[in-house]
Each structure stands twice: as C-alpha cells, then as structure tokens.
C-alpha cells in the first residue's frame, strides 16, 4: 500500500460544484502540502501545514480551501470549481531529520481533476 | 515571476550517453536544492539535492553541480539508461524549518536504446 493516497484517483466535474480532494498519510510525517501541476508550470504550492492545528497558504491558495483532520489526513477543497483549476493535484509529506527540514517530500500518486 | 527555471522543456540522448540537466534561480536566498524525477501516472520522487555549501554532490551515476554565483545548477546522469526516461524537476528552499518547496517547469528526459 502506498505511504501517501489520494482519493478519488481522477474526477470530472461541472463548473460551479464543490469538490474535495482527500489525503492520508501512514509515514508519520507532520507536514503535509498540496500541490498542483499544469503542463509548463510545474508544481506549483496551494496550502501546506505543518501540524495539526497549523494552515498556510502557499503560492496559489485563491479558490481553495484545506483541512487538517488528523495528523494523517489534509485534504483540499474547491468550493466552487472553474475550469482553470483543472490540473494533476498531488498531496505531499515530510517530516524533519537531526531537527532539520532537508527539502525531501514524499508524494502521492496525484488526483487528476477535469473541470467542465 | 518564476524563480526556478528549466529553460528546456525536454531532452533525448542515447543510452550510455550522459544526460545533464539544467536549472537556473533567481532568488539568492535558496540555500537548498533537489532534484526530483516523476514518471507518468505516479508521484514525483526524490533523487538527489544539494546545500548551498557545497559545489557538487553524487549519488551513483546522478551528480549534481551548483554553481552559485551564476545561481545555476545542473544535473549530470551518467551513463543515462531507457529505465531514466522521465520528467524532472528542479526546486529550491530556503534553509530554517519552512520546507517549502519552490519547482521549475520540469524536463523531459527520453533515453533511447
């Protein structure tokens, strides 16, 4: 099984609807992110929290909204979606090592998401 | 405003031959790069990153080169094998406990037999 899943796997969905992508980790880590890739931008950061009872934006947060549930759980949502937010959204963990953040980011599979 | 760029959407080379791959940054606070490589229909995966203090690091046939006062940094993967055909990303942080992650564009890597 994977350390990192994501659910559902693909969506397509009409503009206006409220979707929510969902993440769940069994690594442990108590960083989470979403992240969002579109063809000539690469991943580009939507939120990101770093425990429980931590939320921050990132790059791109307008349109989006995130919710930490548990230590093992971020998920995204779009509460009114466009067809502009039709992108591969990865979730991602890390955690720290001797104390220190290295940067390493354990991904998901991705959730590709189609917005008519 | 891009701040980490891969000015090369792709790139072929034979097999056995080497592969480099290149990044460039704008912002001289990254003190921390990685490079990451993602096949079709998985998640990005780690390969191999660098601090800020040093100018090279190797992992096998994987090398990566950072030249800071050019702000550039490459990837060198020797010798390239088909089972490397992928798209890498370049990205970059800054040092602390933020672990935010800024990517480029990415590069599509084809090995050919």
């Known amino acids: 099984d994977a350390d990192v899943t994501q659910t559902p796997r693909n969506r397509i969905t009409k503009t206006g609807k409220r979707i929510m992508l969902e993440c769940s980790q069994t690594?442990?880590?108590?960083?989470m992110y979403w992240y969002r890739q579109d063809p000539g931008l690469g991943l580009r950061l939507i939120y990101y929290?770093?425990?429980?009872?931590?939320?921050n934006k990132g790059e791109i947060s307008d349109g989006y909204s995130v919710s930490r549930q548990a230590q093992a759980k971020f998920s995204l949502s779009l509460e009114s979606a466009i067809p502009n937010q039709t992108a591969l959204y990865f979730c991602?963990?890390?955690?720290?090592?001797?104390?220190?953040?290295?940067?390493?980011?354990?991904f998901g599979e991705g959730s590709r998401l189609t917005v008519l | 405003d891009q701040q980490v760029k891969q000015n090369s959407p792709s790139l072929s080379v034979q097999e056995g031959r080497i592969s480099i791959l290149n990044c460039d940054y704008t912002?001289?606070?990254?003190?921390?790069f990685l490079w990451y490589k993602k096949y079709p229909a998985e998640g990005p995966t780690f390969l191999i990153s660098?601090?800020?203090?040093?100018d090279k690091n190797e992992d096998g046939r994987f090398t990566v080169f950072l030249n800071k006062s050019a702000k550039h940094l490459s990837l060198h993967i020797v010798p390239s094998q088909p089972g490397d055909s992928a798209v890498y990303f370049c990205?970059?942080?800054?040092?602390?406990?933020?672990?935010?992650?800024?990517f480029g564009q990415g590069t599509t890597l084809q090995v050919k037999p």
């Open positions: 929290s770093f425990d429980v009872k931590d939320i």
């Open positions: 990205a970059a942080s800054r040092s602390g406990n933020t672990g935010k992650l800024i």
């Open positions: 690594k442990g880590h108590d960083r």
């Open positions: 912002n001289s606070m990254f003190d921390y």
């Open positions: 991602a963990t890390s955690d720290l090592k001797a104390g220190v953040h290295t940067g390493e980011l354990f």
């Open positions: 660098i601090s800020s203090i040093k």
